[in-house]
């Protein structure tokens, strides 16, 4: 599989505190994008790097991205408790998205 | 826009039976896909269409067909229901797949007895 995995599996933080969550992938990627799941929904798409940036920012969020350790990281500033949430990454290979297994967080009011 | 729209929410299927889940999207995007969500797994494809009357497998396609007969509705269907297909299944929609953000829908919970 060409899943990638996300580190840590759980991360329970305070509200106004910084949450960062990892993205580890296997092969070489045109583009990783991150993902936010409420519960029982949908996701949602967050941000999209390409393999030839490093960083990338929008609002709250930063991502970046390092392509010789085939891994990305998940930045959330000032974190609020509606960003309470499972958090995927995924990146494309041919025309197949891969999904991360994802970070579940919890941000306490 | 409705955006991706999924059919039904919920279902529960004996083992054997057949069903299609339906999935339509009204944004005109040419790349549409499968995806089924199981606890710790993520996400992981199952079929996926770069336009109308191209389809290709994803990484868990067996027990799965679909069909891709206009640009808006992409069905999936089981042919044969097992319990190891209980799960969340979701339907997801690009402008032109790769370096495009997906369009998610809501989701069908599916159980198979």
């Known amino acids: 599989s060409q899943q990638g995995e996300e580190d840590p599996q759980a991360l329970s933080i305070q509200e106004g505190e910084n949450a960062t969550m990892n993205c580890s992938y296997k092969?070489?990627?045109?583009?990783l994008q991150w993902y936010r799941q409420n519960s029982g929904r949908g996701l949602v798409h967050l941000i999209l790097?390409?393999?030839?940036?490093r960083e990338k920012h929008s609002g709250r969020l930063r991502v970046t991205l390092d392509t010789s350790k085939k891994s990305s990281s998940l930045l959330i500033t000032a974190s609020r408790a509606a960003d309470t949430a499972s958090y995927f990454c995924?990146?494309?290979?041919?025309?197949?998205?891969?999904f991360g297994t994802g970070t579940s967080l919890t941000v306490i009011p | 826009n409705a955006g991706v729209t999924q059919t039904p929410k919920f279902q529960v299927l004996k083992t054997g039976q057949s069903m299609t889940l339906q999935c339509a999207q009204d944004?005109?995007?040419?790349?549409m896909s499968w995806y089924r969500q199981d606890p710790g797994m993520g996400l992981r494809l199952i079929h996926y269409?770069?336009?109308?009357?191209?389809?290709d497998q994803g990484e868990v396609p067996n027990g799965y067909n679909v069909s891709r007969s206009t640009t808006e509705d992409f069905p999936l269907r089981l042919l044969s229901a097992a319990p190891s297909q209980t799960s969340v299944y979701f339907c997801?929609?690009?402008?032109?797949?790769?370096?495009?953000?997906?369009?998610f829908g809501p989701g069908t919970r599916l159980t198979v007895t």
């Open positions: 997801a929609s690009s402008p032109r797949g790769m370096g495009y953000e997906q369009y």
């Open positions: 092969t070489s990627i045109n583009n």
């Open positions: 790097i390409r393999s030839n940036e």
């Open positions: 995924a990146t494309d290979a041919g025309n197949q998205f891969y």
């Open positions: 944004m005109n995007h040419e790349y």
């Open positions: 269409s770069v336009g109308a009357g191209i389809t």
